[in-house]
């Protein structure tokens, strides 16, 4: 991609200070002090009685001191301005790189994934110090802010599991201040068409091509992209639109798929007219010219935090189908009906088919994730007076001062912080609990991949659930899916299906947001905890009829397998799961104490 004029070289880097690049370092050894020391690589050993800690190298030469509280679930709160370096009686600067290397043998990591991860680590350290440059927007702000997408690109952490976990590798810097979500700069589409003879198109029972490119698209728009095609003698109407990220087709598309744009199979149309602003997901678009429009989730041939982003035509195909089998069933289930869950439709897919990338590589290949699209349902329109929208992940949000957007929100709801809890746990967990017990039906319900609809005080009304068709699974041959649909069935063995709420729910969301209660004094552990024991208590009571399940999927069991994601990554960072088996690829490394086991009736 050209890089913009106004962006000098010099310019491009100027995040990367000492200051800032010290920082950022800091801030990712605390995380992968915390995290690592959580998946059982790391051992902290205790230097005193008043919370300090310590581990070495694996040569053992080099040591890291820090202070930590530990939590429930094996949860390490570790003080980030108390972390220091040490060698031979001197103190050394940290480097998160050298941290990475001087343990790489405990972390497990290969001679040929450790460059790459270190890239990766290189590329979140450097997002942390572009972040560290923008002025500073407190908690309190952001919580009181009714603009969702202020909120959004507030986020500075992205997945609380991950440690590397902003890698994006192939965004040159100029891109990454272009396209990356916190950069907030707006972005336009490129569009092209697809020759139907080589794209698949489909759409939810309600919906038609024809409507939702009108619904998309201005007439005018529409106009210059008819000319376009007829001044190179082609009808507009032999082909599908298709929406493009820009780096996607500089980067990929105008070189991988030349044949095919020589041969007029695929033909560039220009930009849209609509602004854009990447979401946390970095590939899905949010439309800041008129938010009552779809997203756009697109291909895009990066590497982010154990795969390659992009978009299977094949999977595309199903995807409305099965957006419509779980809209059908939350609106038909009148327990998820009562909680207010909502999800957002993936109303409408496109995807093209490279016949010589389809001849030649195997199933799966990035090559043939290079080129689709998907429009998912915008929330907006699903918003009653004085409520607003914010993405989950913003409860896991700290500012720069340490301050809780969660706390911020609790504050000025005017609610104490346990009923605020449980009006969030209502909104959030009891779906899950329900979709799991009554159709095995599971979710990946991390921050990013929900939404909260708050009041005009900050207190949870509801949840949105989106990211639907690659997310969700059926563990169950009892429950009925549709012939389209049964692509989200899933084999798994029956030790195992509980572990899609301990994991996702528990180990990876709640885990995190209990440590910042905690540490800052907002809600202590044991009603957290007895918080959530207590919502899940009330929803098996509504259920009596479920009774053989909530004992055979024991939520109050004293403990549950340890499933590591980092461990993933470390091992693969291509790709970390089979997403045709994924439940084969984890990695399960001893358990976890139940926090909710001393509750049980």
């Not at 405990?106 to 890239?119: A, D, M, N, Q």
């Not at 095995?440 to 005009?456: Q, S």
Request: with cysteine.
């Amino acid at each position: 991609m050209t890089t913009p004029s106004a962006l000098t070289p010099r310019d491009a880097v100027a995040h990367l200070t000492p200051e800032h690049w010290e920082r950022a370092g800091r801030l990712l050894i605390r995380k992968a002090l915390a995290e690592f020391t959580h998946e059982r690589l790391l051992t902290p050993e205790p230097l005193d009685g008043d919370g300090c800690f310590t581990v070495r190298s694996d040569d053992g030469s080099t040591e890291y001191r820090f202070s930590a509280r530990k939590l429930s679930l094996d949860h390490w709160q570790v003080d980030a301005d108390s972390i220091t370096r040490h060698r031979d009686g001197a103190q050394l600067p940290l480097d998160a790189l050298a941290f990475i290397t001087e343990l790489k043998s405990s972390l497990k990591l290969g001679e040929e994934i450790l460059p790459v991860y270190l890239e990766e680590i290189s590329s979140t350290l450097a997002s942390t110090a572009y972040k560290l440059t923008r002025p500073p927007v407190s908690a309190g702000r952001l919580a009181r802010s009714g603009a969702f997408q202020e909120i959004e690109a507030g986020m500075t952490e992205g997945h609380p599991c991950f440690v590397a976990n902003n890698g994006r590798l192939g965004f040159d810097v100029a891109e990454y201040r272009a396209y990356a979500p916190e950069a907030g700069a707006p972005v336009r589409l490129i569009w092209v068409a697809a020759h139907r003879g080589h794209a698949t198109f489909t759409t939810s029972a309600d919906l038609r091509y024809d409507k939702l490119v009108l619904s998309e698209l201005s007439a005018a728009t529409l106009r210059r992209f008819s000319a376009t095609m007829s001044e190179a003698g082609l009808d507009l109407d032999d082909y599908y639109l298709i929406p493009v990220h820009p780096w996607q087709w500089w980067n990929k598309l105008s070189v991988t798929f030349a044949a095919e744009i020589a041969h007029r199979h695929l033909v560039c149309l220009g930009h849209g007219d609509d602004e854009h602003l990447a979401q946390q997901s970095i590939r899905t678009f949010f439309n800041a010219s008129d938010p009552r429009k779809h997203y756009v989730k697109t291909a895009l041939s990066v590497l982010n935090m154990g795969f390659v982003r992009g978009l299977s035509a094949a999977y595309m195909k199903a995807t409305p189908a099965i957006n419509d089998w779980l809209a059908e069933l939350v609106s038909g289930d009148e327990v998820l009906r009562d909680s207010g869950l909502a999800v957002l439709r993936e109303c409408a897919a496109v995807g093209y088919h490279p016949a010589p990338y389809e001849a030649a590589a195997p199933k799966g290949s990035p090559y043939l994730k290079m080129l689709a699209a998907l429009w998912r349902e915008s929330p907006v329109p699903l918003l009653g007076p004085g409520e607003r929208l914010a993405t989950m992940a913003s409860l896991l949000h700290v500012d720069s001062e340490g301050s809780s957007f969660a706390s911020a929100l609790i504050e000025q709801s005017g609610l104490d912080a346990a009923t605020w809890l449980r009006r969030y746990l209502d909104t959030y967990l009891t779906p899950l609990l329900h979709c799991f017990y009554e159709y095995e039906l599971v979710f990946m319900p991390h921050g990013e991949n929900v939404i909260l609809v708050l009041d005009e005080n900050g207190v949870p009304k509801r949840a949105i659930f989106k990211d639907i068709a690659e997310e969700i699974a059926v563990m169950s041959e009892d429950t009925p899916l549709p012939p389209e649909v049964e692509r989200i069935r899933a084999d798994v063995p029956e030790e195992m299906k509980v572990l899609s709420l301990f994991t996702d729910v528990f180990d990876c969301f709640l885990r995190f947001l209990n440590g910042i209660l905690a540490d800052r004094g907002t809600l202590d552990e044991d009603t957290f905890w007895s918080t959530v024991a207590e919502c899940v208590r009330d929803y098996q009571k509504s259920a009596p009829h479920r009774a053989d399940r909530f004992e055979r999927y024991d939520l109050f069991t004293e403990s549950f397998a340890l499933s590591c994601l980092n461990r993933l990554q470390l091992r693969n960072n291509q790709q970390m799961v089979d997403l045709q088996d994924p439940a084969g690829a984890l990695q399960l490394v001893g358990t976890l104490e139940n926090p909710l086991a001393r509750y049980a009736a």
